[in-house]
């Protein structure tokens, strides 16, 4: 079976392909260090890979944006949309919420040992959704936290975890300043905070 992975981490690019290929199963037929480079691939790729395993960093990109890009090339093209597993350190609750919505098939800690990870793979490639037990307990309990915020407010939490500034947020959104502060001043009045740094911690 077919894999590519799309991460700019060359060491740990070769620590999966030793792991992958050495199961006799999968194949890495392709890999990508930023979200172009992937498009690219993906275009000109005869058939697409069974499998995706997609990080969130990727220098400047953002990987999850990579979910959305993926789904609009498959629709249009009217073939089958690969499985993506998104394997990152940043293993919040509110990034696995994300690629989850986004349409990722699973979500694994870049901690995670080689068990996991094909344990993981095995799970998606059978059409099912991996999250670990760890990360399932962090989901439930952050539903309760998110379920006091309104999408937008939401909307602003994901842009400010992201490290974007009013003016990029309120770009990005299509409303003015004033009415990201707005937002941003309802979060810290729900939550008890007083800065972005904490906000980064939800």
Do not use: W
Not at 75 to 100: N, T
Not at 144 to 150: C, E, L, P, R, V
Request: proline letters at 2%; a negative charge.
């Amino acid at each position: 079976m077919d894999i590519m992975l799309i991460d700019d981490h060359p060491l740990l690019n070769a620590g999966l392909i030793s792991i992958l290929e050495g199961t006799g199963i999968f194949t890495v037929s392709a890999q990508a260090v930023s979200l172009n480079q992937a498009m690219d691939i993906i275009e000109e790729a005869e058939d697409l890979p069974h499998l995706i395993i997609l990080d969130i960093l990727l220098g400047e990109d953002n990987g999850l944006d990579f979910l959305p890009m993926l789904e609009a090339f498959c629709r249009r093209k009217k073939i089958r949309k690969p499985a993506v597993l998104v394997c990152s350190a940043l293993d919040d609750a509110f990034k696995v919420q994300s690629a989850l919505k986004l349409g990722a098939s699973g979500f694994l800690s870049k901690t995670s040992g080689k068990s996991e990870l094909l344990n993981a793979i095995d799970t998606i490639l059978c059409g099912e959704v991996y999250i670990s037990s760890e990360m399932n307990s962090r989901l439930s309990e952050s539903s309760k936290i998110y379920s006091k915020f309104s999408k937008r407010e939401i909307d602003v939490i994901n842009a400010i975890k992201q490290n974007k500034i009013n003016k990029i947020i309120a770009s990005d959104m299509g409303i003015s300043i004033r009415t990201v502060e707005n937002y941003i001043s309802k979060i810290y009045f729900k939550t008890g905070f007083s800065t972005r740094e904490e906000i980064n911690k939800l």
